[in-house]
């Protein structure tokens, strides 16, 4: 038990040092699944959470991992979805005795996986996910959850502040294309003006048309109409 201090301390200490920006939000995850293995008996892990609003193992460490998952997805029923939707700790030291979720069981075994440890995600009161941890041979015991538990504290957070910097970049580059696209239609709406002698609503009303009948959005309707004006005016120079 001793021989497990160290190699949970580098895992913390790692989470710690983790730079969100290096990359994206799944190689986030995927790093964390990566550091579970490396601090517990684990052969493989995944992380369940909500993909286009359905639980699913959104990151893996081993192919294997979302395949023995899927019964439990299909069935509603298993370690991984209850620690999720629970908030709870779940073990199960032998699959093959096991009785609580036979179907997930049943596909556990069936990859050669006897133990498996499911631990929940959650940080700022919001339910993130969970850790799922499988071993093929090793039992995870007491002192080994309980030490998994720190680290699947320690890695919602992580996760927490890696969904609140991606989100808020979302958010930039989606404010920064809608600036660009306000800036497109109004130079537009500006050369329909100067061109036909129209007022803004007219003007306006022609790129609606316009996107309307070429079945196009109405800032690329914009933008061609600027690049058209733009050079003609530069061909003239």
Partial sequence: MADDLPAMAD????????????????????????LACQVSPADMAGITMLVDGKPATGVFTDPEAPEIDVAQYDTSHGPCLDAFRDQRVYRIDSVADDGRWPEFARMAAAHGISATLSLPLSARGESLGALNLYSRAA??????????????????????????YWDARQLGENMRQAMQSRSAIDQAIGILMADGGRSPDEAFQLLVRASQRENRKLRDIAAEIVQRVSRRRGLGG
């Fill in 11 to 34: 895992g913390l200490s790692a989470l710690s040092r983790f730079f969100i920006d290096d990359g994206t939000l799944g190689a986030t995850l995927l790093r964390v699944a990566q």
């Fill in 139 to 164: 039992v995870f015991d007491q002192f080994v959850t309980e030490q998994a538990e720190v680290f699947a504290r320690q890695a919602a957070i992580v996760l927490s502040n890696a969904q609140v």
